[in-house]
């Protein structure tokens, strides 16, 4: 089903997708390159834009690389702080 659905997403969704299902694999990878910063700007920027399925991938996406973080890590502010933004957000969807 979810090849379904990606055929008949928008380019953006079909990245959010593959990202997702790279991030099941090499999650430390897509972390290392900034992964979780971009996907978290992503959200802010575009979240309210794109479908829920895609929102939900990048939800995923954020879920998985929190995982990755660790305390001394320098990006650890802004991505708290993002993460407190979102959870402040009243969604529409």
Do not use: W, Y
């Not at 430390?28 to 992503?42: E, R």
């Not at 879920?63 to 993460?83: F, N």
Request: charged share 20%; net charge negative.
């Amino acid at each position: 089903m979810k090849s379904k659905m990606a055929a008949q997403a928008s380019p953006q969704d079909q990245r959010l997708l593959v990202l997702e299902l790279i991030c099941t694999r090499e999650a430390g990878s897509v972390f290392d390159a900034s992964g979780l910063n971009c996907v978290l700007t992503f959200i802010r920027d575009i979240g309210s834009l794109v479908h829920k399925d895609t929102l939900h991938s990048a939800m995923a996406v954020v879920s998985r690389l929190c995982g990755k973080m660790e305390p001394h890590d320098a990006s650890l502010a802004s991505c708290v702080e993002a993460l407190s933004v979102l959870l402040k957000h009243d969604d529409s969807h």
